[in-house]
Protein backbone atom coordinates (compact mmCIF):
# COMPACT_ATOMS: atom_id res chain seq x y z
CA UNK A 1 0.00 0.00 0.00
CA UNK A 2 1.15 3.43 -1.15
CA UNK A 3 1.03 6.45 1.13
CA UNK A 4 -1.78 8.07 -1.11
CA UNK A 5 -3.51 4.75 -0.22
CA UNK A 6 -3.82 4.97 3.43
CA UNK A 7 -3.63 9.18 3.63
CA UNK A 8 -5.53 11.29 1.08
CA UNK A 9 -3.45 14.40 1.79
CA UNK A 10 -0.02 12.67 0.37
CA UNK A 11 -2.12 11.28 -2.38
CA UNK A 12 -3.58 15.31 -3.00
CA UNK A 13 0.29 16.64 -2.36
CA UNK A 14 1.42 14.02 -5.09
CA UNK A 15 -1.38 15.00 -7.86
CA UNK A 16 -0.62 18.49 -7.16
CA UNK A 17 3.32 18.49 -7.83
CA UNK A 18 2.12 15.58 -10.85
CA UNK A 19 -0.28 18.45 -12.18
CA UNK A 20 1.98 21.21 -11.03
CA UNK A 21 4.85 19.82 -13.48
CA UNK A 22 2.74 18.75 -16.18
CA UNK A 23 1.29 22.33 -16.40
CA UNK A 24 5.33 24.24 -16.07
CA UNK A 25 7.00 21.61 -18.85
CA UNK A 26 3.59 22.32 -21.20
CA UNK A 27 4.18 25.70 -21.20
CA UNK A 28 7.73 25.38 -21.41
CA UNK A 29 6.99 23.03 -24.44
CA UNK A 30 4.47 25.76 -26.03
CA UNK A 31 7.21 28.57 -25.20
CA UNK A 32 9.75 26.67 -27.43
CA UNK A 33 7.36 26.39 -30.30
CA UNK A 34 7.17 30.00 -30.18
CA UNK A 35 10.74 30.83 -29.50
CA UNK A 36 10.11 32.23 -25.94
CA UNK A 37 10.82 31.12 -22.11
CA UNK A 38 7.66 29.45 -20.59
CA UNK A 39 7.89 32.43 -18.24
CA UNK A 40 8.05 35.11 -21.24
CA UNK A 41 4.84 32.99 -22.43
CA UNK A 42 2.79 33.19 -19.94
CA UNK A 43 3.92 37.04 -19.07
CA UNK A 44 2.95 37.67 -22.56
CA UNK A 45 -0.47 36.42 -21.20
CA UNK A 46 -0.78 38.37 -18.44
CA UNK A 47 -0.30 41.23 -20.31
CA UNK A 48 -2.96 40.35 -22.93
CA UNK A 49 -5.46 39.45 -20.58
CA UNK A 50 -4.54 42.77 -17.79
CA UNK A 51 -2.75 45.06 -19.79
CA UNK A 52 -1.57 47.77 -20.64
CA UNK A 53 0.13 47.25 -17.30
CA UNK A 54 3.43 49.62 -15.50
CA UNK A 55 6.97 47.36 -14.84
CA UNK A 56 5.66 47.31 -11.09
CA UNK A 57 2.25 45.59 -11.46
CA UNK A 58 4.12 43.13 -13.93
CA UNK A 59 6.10 42.59 -11.11
CA UNK A 60 3.59 42.28 -8.86
CA UNK A 61 1.55 39.82 -10.76
CA UNK A 62 4.83 37.75 -11.48
CA UNK A 63 6.42 37.68 -8.22
CA UNK A 64 9.65 38.66 -10.31
CA UNK A 65 11.90 41.77 -9.09
CA UNK A 66 12.12 44.77 -10.97
CA UNK A 67 15.50 44.00 -12.51
CA UNK A 68 13.72 40.76 -14.02
CA UNK A 69 10.59 42.16 -15.64
CA UNK A 70 13.25 44.93 -17.02
CA UNK A 71 15.00 42.09 -18.81
CA UNK A 72 11.57 39.76 -19.52
CA UNK A 73 10.28 43.14 -21.23
CA UNK A 74 13.44 43.70 -22.89
CA UNK A 75 13.20 40.14 -24.44
CA UNK A 76 9.67 40.54 -25.47
CA UNK A 77 10.12 43.75 -26.80
CA UNK A 78 13.02 43.04 -29.05
CA UNK A 79 10.90 40.25 -30.13
CA UNK A 80 8.17 42.26 -31.15
CA UNK A 81 5.51 41.32 -28.79
CA UNK A 82 5.24 43.74 -26.73
CA UNK A 83 5.46 47.99 -26.54
CA UNK A 84 6.60 50.59 -24.25
CA UNK A 85 4.34 53.96 -24.24
CA UNK A 86 4.37 56.47 -21.86
CA UNK A 87 1.45 56.73 -19.29
CA UNK A 88 -1.29 59.32 -20.07
CA UNK A 89 -2.07 59.81 -16.71
CA UNK A 90 1.83 59.96 -15.16
CA UNK A 91 4.33 60.70 -18.50
CA UNK A 92 7.53 59.64 -16.02
CA UNK A 93 5.83 55.72 -16.04
CA UNK A 94 6.21 53.74 -19.23
CA UNK A 95 3.00 51.18 -19.55
CA UNK A 96 3.49 47.79 -21.52
CA UNK A 97 1.42 46.34 -23.71
CA UNK A 98 1.09 43.45 -26.15
CA UNK A 99 1.35 44.30 -29.71
CA UNK A 100 -1.86 42.50 -30.78
CA UNK A 101 0.24 42.73 -34.68
CA UNK A 102 2.34 40.66 -33.77
CA UNK A 103 0.70 38.13 -31.37
CA UNK A 104 2.37 34.48 -31.18
CA UNK A 105 0.06 31.82 -33.30
CA UNK A 106 -1.18 29.72 -30.91
CA UNK A 107 -3.21 27.67 -32.47
CA UNK A 108 -1.27 25.25 -33.47
CA UNK A 109 0.23 24.42 -29.62
CA UNK A 110 -3.63 24.65 -28.19
CA UNK A 111 -5.42 23.45 -30.86
CA UNK A 112 -4.93 19.53 -29.07
CA UNK A 113 -4.80 20.82 -25.78
CA UNK A 114 -8.60 22.37 -25.96
CA UNK A 115 -9.72 19.68 -27.83
CA UNK A 116 -8.73 17.16 -25.17
CA UNK A 117 -9.90 19.18 -22.02
CA UNK A 118 -13.51 19.49 -23.91
CA UNK A 119 -13.45 15.53 -24.33
CA UNK A 120 -12.44 15.11 -20.35
CA UNK A 121 -14.89 18.21 -19.23
CA UNK A 122 -17.94 16.52 -21.29
CA UNK A 123 -17.75 13.22 -18.89
CA UNK A 124 -18.91 15.24 -15.85
CA UNK A 125 -22.50 16.18 -14.96
CA UNK A 126 -23.02 19.91 -13.80
CA UNK A 127 -22.54 19.14 -10.13
CA UNK A 128 -19.36 17.59 -10.98
CA UNK A 129 -18.55 20.21 -12.96
CA UNK A 130 -19.16 22.61 -10.30
CA UNK A 131 -16.99 20.74 -7.38
CA UNK A 132 -14.28 21.13 -10.21
CA UNK A 133 -14.50 24.57 -10.96
CA UNK A 134 -14.71 25.40 -7.23
CA UNK A 135 -11.43 23.28 -6.83
CA UNK A 136 -9.56 25.09 -9.59
CA UNK A 137 -10.58 28.53 -8.10
CA UNK A 138 -9.65 27.86 -5.01
CA UNK A 139 -6.27 26.43 -6.39
CA UNK A 140 -5.73 29.44 -8.37
CA UNK A 141 -6.35 31.60 -5.50
CA UNK A 142 -4.04 29.45 -2.97
CA UNK A 143 -1.27 29.65 -5.73
CA UNK A 144 -1.61 32.91 -5.96
CA UNK A 145 -1.55 33.77 -2.25
CA UNK A 146 1.62 31.31 -2.14
CA UNK A 147 3.52 33.01 -5.28
CA UNK A 148 2.73 36.41 -3.51
CA UNK A 149 4.11 34.96 0.09
CA UNK A 150 7.16 33.48 -1.79
CA UNK A 151 7.68 36.73 -3.39
CA UNK A 152 7.99 38.98 -0.54
CA UNK A 153 10.74 39.43 0.94
CA UNK A 154 11.74 38.34 4.41
CA UNK A 155 12.38 41.04 7.03
CA UNK A 156 14.69 39.11 10.10
CA UNK A 157 15.57 42.89 11.75
CA UNK A 158 18.80 43.48 11.66
CA UNK A 159 21.93 42.12 11.13
CA UNK A 160 23.25 40.63 14.30
CA UNK A 161 20.07 40.51 16.51
Known sequence: MSDA???PAAGGADLGWRLSTAVVLFHEAVGQRLGLRALDHRALGLIEREGPLTAGALAE?????????????DR???LGHVRR????????????????????DLSDALTGLSR??????????DAELAAITDYVTN????LNAE????????DDGPPGD
Open 5 to 7: DTN
Open 61 to 73: LTGLTPGAVTGLV
Open 76 to 78: LSR
Open 85 to 104: TPDPADRRRVLISANSDARP
Open 116 to 125: AMGGLMAKYD
Open 139 to 142: TIDI
Open 147 to 154: TQRLSTPV
